[in-house]
């Protein structure tokens, strides 16, 4: 199984709800989140999974009956993957991508080291840019 | 070559300015245009058109040193592709993606079926919102 093979089963069981996963072994330690939302790149692996859990809690991780986040498709080429996703929050529909990219070498090739979220409607984006605000926000508190 | 990497090769042409190409023959009759900004689908190869070359337009279609519009990288898998790209208007960074995938079946097999295209952050939204609402009206008028 190739690497980016691997990373993919294992975000999908991640976002799946399975506990056995740890996120931060998906993570490159200098991994750089980019939001759909805000422009500053977010860097390092903490601040990256911070983002993910909360995104995660936003969409409901897929236990939620009213979020029904789910894939739709999947691309994967070389070391990047784009995953398409649909949703719905607040009765806005969301559709967007995870644009997830490996390390090649180092220590840590095989984890991602780049992870970018883009999201439509405007609508879409507004709801998100909301939702995730109070979201980070209750975390931090 | 595959129908998708010849369906790259001349849209890169086309983004190039390359006038040789017709865009309306790389669009399925029944293509739908899914914009960063709209919800609602916008249906048939005319409209489709109408809108690419909007944004086309908006983004200097590769000869505007203002807007600076270049892919930064491209996923390919299957009857799909995702070309991310980044440029700049009016001062406002912007990074997106257009996801191509094509018709696999039928008369127009290998053409593209459905173009939808995403970009961030917020801030870019609103500015492609405002600029290709008013490319788009002068287009009308």
Chains 1, 2 share one sequence.
């Not at 936003?58 to 498709?73: N, P």
């Not at 649909?86 to 984890?111: F, K, P, Q, R």
Request: with cysteine; hydrophobic share 40%.
């Amino acid at each position: 199984m190739s690497a980016i093979d691997d990373v993919l089963e294992q975000w999908h069981r991640y976002v799946g709800g399975d506990r056995r996963v740890d996120l931060a072994d998906l993570i490159h330690p200098d991994c750089v989140f980019h939001s759909p939302v805000v422009y500053t790149p977010q860097e390092g692996r903490a601040i990256t999974v911070a983002y993910l859990e909360a995104a995660g809690a936003v969409f409901g991780s897929g236990e939620s009956s009213d979020g029904g986040f789910r894939y739709r498709s999947q691309i994967v080429g070389g070391d990047q993957a784009v995953l398409e996703f649909e949703s719905e929050l607040d009765g806005i529909y969301i559709n967007g991508i995870d644009m997830i990219t490996l390390a090649t070498d180092g220590d840590h090739a095989g984890t991602i080291i780049e992870f970018k979220v883009m999201v439509r409607p405007l609508q879409a984006v507004n709801k998100l840019h909301q939702l995730m605000a109070s979201q980070l926000e209750s975390d931090r508190s």
